[in-house]
């Protein structure tokens, strides 16, 4: 193992340097406080390993993403979605038996407990469908608490019930009566029949969306070490159950500079198109800085090049609009933004391209599915991801608590004096 030596007054230490298996190399810095006194210091954790992990590789100076060693353009192109939750989450593509008993696994947990369609009735018409996928999945802990023999279970219960979850929370935002899931569908067919069906009416799924809905969730199903993984994994380093822990990453999902840009993607569309459509005068205030207003979509803290999903995406929106012969004025302002955006000087010195929640939000769009439940449709992909690094983190016997340290700013010490404020009366 090779070195790095640093050199802090005047006396000079040594520290391992870690080689993955892709070439990744990480300076070991577990005993720097002890030998040193010093910590580091790294906002954002922009230079900071939190883990070493073979379940997703990503290089952001070539573009590349890859599941368990699999090139992601070829797991889209060829993979279910179920399969490649079995694949992140336990490591090897199933074979076709495994496949099969997983997925009859996962069909006996579809349901949710009735018990828990009463939640539903609580929340207010407008409630946002991501405030109520954390409080459900937080919940599912009540029905099915975890124990090491639950464990296994209760990961094939939260990817049988991600979306029906989802799609009662769609439903409840319609008015509409929740629709049972029905097992003889794929997982992303009985999703698309959960939100649209209606009792009154038969309900065929368009393979066209089934086919693109198996896409969407599979681009979305890991990246590493990001915002919501790394909550997943920081909640999950206090043993704190996986419901519990997968509620935490849902929430740091929903931040519009991470899973919440798809859904912003679209509104900043559609208020250019409100605006008169004009898309340069929008990039120009976004150079200008004004009001730190974002290209949202746009950007990536590890992509410095483009961002393979989105080449994907873009690709899968003229498929499906080829095949439904829709044309959404979104995907040609969405083209136009981005061509216009790939010349400019501004974005190309700050290495910013299209990201995955680019082009997301006009695929959900063409399906029916309301802005509001863009980040959900994100929250249904990366489960698998989540629960994969949760899961490798948990069977880390070198895993600890994750507990960050500061550099402390604050006044140094002082007198608190007393000024009588015990003795002041209570109440007005
Ligand atoms: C996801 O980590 C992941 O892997 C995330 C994700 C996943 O699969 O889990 O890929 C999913 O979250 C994709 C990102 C979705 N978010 C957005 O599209 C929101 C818009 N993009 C950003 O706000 C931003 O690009 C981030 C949050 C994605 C990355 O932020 P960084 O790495 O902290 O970069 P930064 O904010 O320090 O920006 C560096 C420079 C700044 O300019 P200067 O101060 O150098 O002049 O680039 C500028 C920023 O102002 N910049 C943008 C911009 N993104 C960065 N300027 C305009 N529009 C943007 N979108």
Not at 41 to 67: A, H, M, V
Not at 302 to 322: E, G, I, S
Request: proline share 5%.
């Amino acid at each position: 193992m090779s070195t790095a030596k640093l050199i802090y007054e005047g006396k000079e230490y040594e520290f391992p340097v870690v080689e993955g298996s892709e070439g990744e190399k990480g300076l070991v810095i577990g005993d720097l406080r002890a030998k040193t006194g010093l910590i580091t210091l790294d906002p954002g954790y922009g230079n900071t390993g939190s883990c070493q992990s073979s379940i997703c590789f990503i290089d952001g100076e070539k573009g590349i993403l890859r599941y368990r060693g699999y090139p992601i353009e070829q797991v889209a192109e060829r993979g279910r979605f179920t399969e490649v939750c079995y694949l992140l989450i336990y490591g090897k593509r199933p074979s076709v038996d495994e496949l099969r008993a997983f997925r009859e696994k996962m069909n006996r947990h579809t349901l949710l407990h009735e018990d828990m369609k009463k939640f539903y009735e609580g929340y207010p018409p407008g409630a946002h469908p991501m405030a109520i996928m954390a409080a459900m999945v937080a919940s599912l802990s009540s029905f099915y608490p975890e124990t090491p023999e639950t464990l296994d279970t209760n990961i094939v219960r939260i990817l049988a019930k991600s979306k029906t979850l989802a799609a009662f929370a769609y439903k409840k935002s319609v008015g509409q009566p929740m629709v049972y899931p029905h097992n003889s569908l794929s997982w992303p067919a009985n999703f698309l029949r959960m939100m649209f069906a209606v009792p009154a009416e038969d309900y065929e799924v368009n393979p066209v969306l089934e086919e693109a809905l198996n896409l969407l969730l599979i681009l979305h199903a890991d990246h590493e070490q990001n915002c919501s993984t790394s909550t997943m994994r920081m909640v999950g380093s206090s043993e704190a159950n996986l419901f519990a822990s997968i509620s935490a990453a849902i929430c740091g999902l929903w931040g519009p500079l991470h899973g919440g840009a798809n859904q912003s993607v679209i509104e900043m569309l559609e208020a250019i198109i409100a605006d008169g459509g004009d898309y340069k005068r929008f990039i120009d205030r976004v150079k200008s800085g004004e009001s730190h207003i974002r290209l949202m979509g746009f950007g990536h803290r590890v992509y410095k090049n483009f961002d393979p999903r989105a080449k994907l995406l873009k690709q899968t929106c003229d498929r499906v609009f080829a095949k439904l012969g829709i044309n959404d004025p979104l995907l040609e302002l969405a083209k136009n933004i981005e061509e216009h955006a790939l010349r400019d000087e501004y974005f190309v010195k700050r290495k910013l391209y299209p990201n995955v929640d680019f082009y997301s939000g006009i695929i959900y769009r063409a399906m029916g599915i309301p802005t509001e439940m863009f980040t959900v449709m994100f929250t249904l992909g990366r489960l698998p991801g989540w629960i994969a690094h949760w899961m490798e983190q948990r069977r880390d016997k070198e895993s600890r608590i994750h507990r960050p340290r500061q550099i402390y700013t604050g006044e140094t010490i002082r007198e608190f004096e007393d000024r009588g404020t015990k003795q002041l009366p209570t109440g007005r």
